[in-house]
Nanobody
Framework: QVELVESGGGLVQPGGSLRLSCAASGSIVSINYMGWYRQAPGKQRELVAT???????NYADFVKGRFTISRDNAKNTVYLQMNSLKHEETAVYYC????????????????WGRGTQVTVSS
């Protein structure tokens, strides 16, 4: 009953910018971490950035200084502002949320969106 929906992907030139959004909906008691991962063709899925409920962010080294992750707790939404995009960052970007789905279960689970395509090309 939990759904994550990404949006904002598309085609951008090298050096350009995109802003991704991901909204979580459904049976949600509370959300711990939210984050973004990506998977390029022929590569494994890798962490891009995560953000905790208090706003503390963690970034992969290869995006530090260029990407900014943020969240709106009231909307259960996480954003990823991507600047100075590189060709090698072409990938499907996936939203992830670590959340508690119901009050009767005292555990947090990871949920995934279906991904949004980001293509960096001139």
């Amino acid at each position: 009953q939990v759904e994550l929906v990404e949006s904002g992907g598309g085609l951008v030139q090298p050096g350009g910018s995109l802003r991704l959004s991901c909204a979580a909906s459904g049976s949600i008691v509370s959300i711990n971490y939210m984050g973004w991962y990506r998977q390029a063709p022929g590569k494994q899925r890798e962490l891009v950035a995560t953000i905790s409920s208090d706003g503390s962010a963690n970034y992969a080294d290869f995006v530090k200084g260029r990407f900014t992750i943020s969240r709106d707790n009231a909307k259960n939404t996480v954003y990823l502002q991507m600047n100075s995009l590189k060709h090698e960052e072409t990938a499907v970007y996936y939203c992830n949320a670590n959340l508690r789905p119901r009050a009767t279960i005292p555990y947090f689970y990871n949920y995934w969106g279906r991904g949004t395509q980001v293509t960096v090309s001139s």
